[in-house]
């Protein structure tokens, strides 16, 4: 390996190290306070949803039907929007600004008052993460946001009401991503490259999921966990996960 590719991918991982090191310095207790709700919400019968638009959506989908992951997750997918998934991938970007696009995918999907929905966007300033949360909270639903704080005092919000992701959650967590999600630069390279907001949102998810665990546990509650599949007795103990919550979990309908 040349001395300039390992100077890159040394640059690349302190980069993203002193991301995960700020929130976990910054926002432990935001993470904290996410975690208890969603324990909250379990322990009252309550649902789990999480969204995000385009790469914002992997963070989401990291935390649902996966192995160590709450059985009770579901994704709340908009066609189109769930990673680049839909051709162009630019059209993704442009429904992300539709207004009222969010109220139409509420009104047909399960969520309900009581349950918990987390939304996810970097920069939280287009319309979808903002009428979803803004949308949820008028129906009874807690909200939990995932975002870079920066972009609010940075750039221009891209909805008509002015405001942010931010503004319209019970809990904020802040990635700490710089505007443009971009870590590195490099002398001949005309724009900035190597995004680590994946890296660190999918972070705050799991350690929001070990929270509520761990919540659930001091309370005396089973978390309702999964285990992996590929492990002896794994499909077993998910089959009477799955049966035990079947009203309450979406991805096996």
């Known amino acids: 390996m040349s001395d300039h590719a390992d100077d890159l991918v040394g640059r690349y991982f302190d980069a993203a190290e002193r991301l995960l090191r700020r929130v976990r310095v910054e926002e432990t207790e935001a993470i904290a306070a996410a975690g208890e709700l969603v324990a909250d919400t379990v322990g009252a019968g309550g649902r789990l949803f999480a969204f995000g638009a385009g790469h914002s ?145 999918s972070a705050v998810m799991q350690s929001v999921m070990a929270v509520a665990a761990g919540a659930l546990a001091e309370r005396g509650v089973e978390p309702p966990l999964l285990r992996s599949g590929n492990v002896d007795g794994g499909r077993d103990w998910n089959d009477a996960v799955f049966e035990r919550y079947r009203d309450r979990i979406f991805h096996q309908h």
């Open 57 to 201: 959506s992997l963070a989401a989908q990291d935390v649902v039907y996966r192995a160590g992951g709450m059985a009770l997750m579901n994704l709340l997918s908009v066609p189109g929007l769930t990673g680049v998934d839909v051709r162009p991938a630019t059209l993704g970007s442009a429904l992300e600004r539709v207004e009222g696009l969010a109220a139409t995918v509420l009104d047909v999907s399960p969520l309900r008052a009581g349950d918990l929905l987390v939304v996810i966007s970097l920069s939280g300033r287009n319309a979808l993460p903002v009428e979803m949360a803004s949308e949820a909270r008028a129906r009874g639903v807690r909200v939990v946001g995932v975002t870079s704080v920066a972009y609010a005092r940075e750039t221009a919000p891209g909805h008509p009401s002015g405001t942010f992701l931010k503004d319209h959650c019970d809990v904020v967590i802040d990635s700490k991503v710089a505007v443009g999600d971009a870590e590195l630069t490099l002398d001949g390279v005309g724009a900035p490259f190597a995004s680590a907001s994946t890296v660190v949102t």
